[in-house]
């Protein structure tokens, strides 16, 4: 998705050669107006694919998951919570995932009420890294007799291997725009 | 907002005299499509105000904060984390609010530079109880030089005083659906 690599090289800035900080269109401040470009790329990517329902991450997944709605006939979106609030009171799916930038173990829960059997589930996130998120929420997917329809990322790190796990575990995986490498501040693109 | 009461009504859920569940269309499962009547509504209850950025705080409130957006003109949406990812190295305003259902304390964070001097800025949430996260987020509103343009919450919880507490500090408060008392079970509206 072209608008959305020019986003990421003039909006988006480089940090080491692992780092790509968007925080000012994706994830802190959001840009809702290229959101709603972004979730129609992916209703674009998904043409065609079932979709009862879109699972994803709080907190960044959500505002990414709820811009794709209106492109797959509004399915509800489901977001996985990293702490149970005392009204999370009844059974819920758990599976663990590492945060990559904020360097903790995080253990998504999603109440078993909101996945059910036989559902095709499309999982979205803001970023695929080493895709311990996305493989924690295929988990729960699994768990709840559940079918994971796709996965899909707005920015994918192509060199931490998320990707190739996932299409290992027979997803489909569809990501707008793909790193191939983070240099001293560059960042270039597959 | 009667679309909104009788949804709570139906769909909701209230335990003890303190708690009401929306975990089915608001703030754990997303119903966007009914999400973008209370963006409208919001955009009707604060017409001809004028803001230049809304703020909201991660998890739930994000989708809230995107679903108002269109209707006020595309106003960028910034959300307060309540942890500081690895990548939140420049300078930030943090502020204490306490989680009613969560029976914690975070510190809300928002990066300086998406906060400028005289930008009017509105508040939006999902819930208003006590008033703790609003008036944080109003706190880092001032800390920034900005200006409080209102504060929104989807569901207000009457009985639990935080919109007195933040029409005291002088802001302007708009809640979509007022609930005066939780009473084994029942809900009744103000």
Same mark, same amino acid.
């Given at each position: 998705?072209?608008?959305?690599? *020019? ?65 797959? *006939? ?41 996945? *059910? ?74």
């Amino acid at each position: 998705m072209d608008a959305l690599k *020019n986003k990421i090289l003039t909006e988006g800035k480089a940090i080491g050669t692992e780092i790509v900080k968007v925080d000012g269109f994706l994830n802190h401040q959001i840009d809702v107006k290229f959101l709603e470009e972004i979730g129609a790329e992916f209703g674009k990517r998904f043409a065609g694919t079932e979709v009862d329902k879109i699972l994803t991450v709080e907190a960044s997944g959500i505002a990414i998951a709820c811009a794709a709605a209106p492109n797959f *006939n509004y399915a509800p979106v489901v977001f996985a919570k990293k702490a149970a609030p005392s009204t999370m009171n009844e059974g819920f799916y758990e599976a663990e995932a590492k945060s990559f930038t904020k360097g903790t173990v995080s253990k998504l829960k999603v109440a078993e009420k909101f996945i *059910n059997e036989g559902e095709k589930i499309l999982i979205l996130d803001d970023f695929l890294a080493s895709g311990e998120a996305s493989v924690a929420l295929a988990q729960i997917v699994e768990m709840a007799g559940a079918e994971v329809a796709g996965v899909g990322a707005v920015i994918e790190k192509g060199f931490q291997g998320g990707s190739d796990r996932l299409r290992d575990m027979g997803y489909r995986v569809e990501s707008l725009a793909v790193i191939e490498k983070i240099d001293d501040g560059v960042i270039t693109f597959q």
